[in-house]
């Protein structure tokens, strides 16, 4: 494992010093400002994401939430397009929608 490291920071090496023979000065500073600039937010929002983990009141969470049995009801349409709620457990029937369907072809 340490082989590889090593080789793979060798080969970084190597292809660093490749693009660096062939860029101008200008480019050159450029590339390393940059790295230096991402390697600068790093800590900086490592502080941020640690002051707001802080901030934040603990919160409860319930090991066991219930199941809630809900009613259960059936929609069914007549011949006329009307709809109706049904429950099955009670019997009853109630009007949802009494609107004219058009079909479009």
Known sequence: MKFIGICSLIFMAWFGWRVGDHLSPDALAMAIGLLFGVLAGIPAMLMLLISLHRR??????MRYQPLVDLPRHEVIEDQAGRLYSYDPQTGTMILIDDRKRIEVK
Do not use: A, D, M
Not at 56 to 61: A, G, K
């Open 56 to 61: 934040q009141p603990p919160q409860t969470r």
